[in-house]
């Protein structure tokens, strides 16, 4: 397994979670890497997405101004911390990476071969 994920968990609404992904691949300093979510009954969708050289990290409107996404290189992880959770931000959240990643179509799931197993979250 050369994504995983953790921390996430059960909180109420309003309250912060912090997830982490650990990547163990070889190529992660080049990666781009991404979290998306999935709630039970609809597709897969991004959250955010972050790159090693610095370009500016790309956010859905859903969670924009709420998650912040981080990336430490020496560790290996990409956080995505999430403020201000609401009930609708419930779902399996996946770690994604790949070396190319266009910064317009981030959030397809296409842009993305590794995957993490996913962290659940829920907001009660």
């Known amino acids: 397994v050369q994504l995983v994920e953790s921390g996430g968990g059960s909180v109420q609404a309003g309250q912060s979670l912090r997830l982490t992904c650990q990547d163990s691949?070889?190529?992660?300093?080049?990666?781009?890497m991404a979290w998306f979510r999935q709630a039970p009954g609809k597709e897969r969708e991004g959250v955010a997405a972050?790159?090693?050289?610095?370009?500016?990290?790309k956010y859905s409107d859903a969670v924009k101004g709420r998650f912040t996404v981080s990336m430490d290189k020496a560790k290996r992880l990409v956080y995505l911390q999430m403020d201000s959770l609401k009930a609708e931000d419930t779902a399996m959240y996946y770690c994604?990476?790949?070396?190319?990643?266009?910064?317009?179509?981030?959030?397809?799931?296409?842009?993305?071969?590794?995957w993490g197993q996913g962290t659940q979250v829920t907001v009660s």
């Open positions: 691949r070889r190529t992660f300093s080049r990666a781009s």
């Open positions: 994604a990476a790949d070396l190319r990643v266009c910064s317009i179509s981030w959030y397809r799931t296409a842009e993305y071969s590794y």
């Open positions: 972050i790159w090693p050289g610095g370009r500016e990290p």
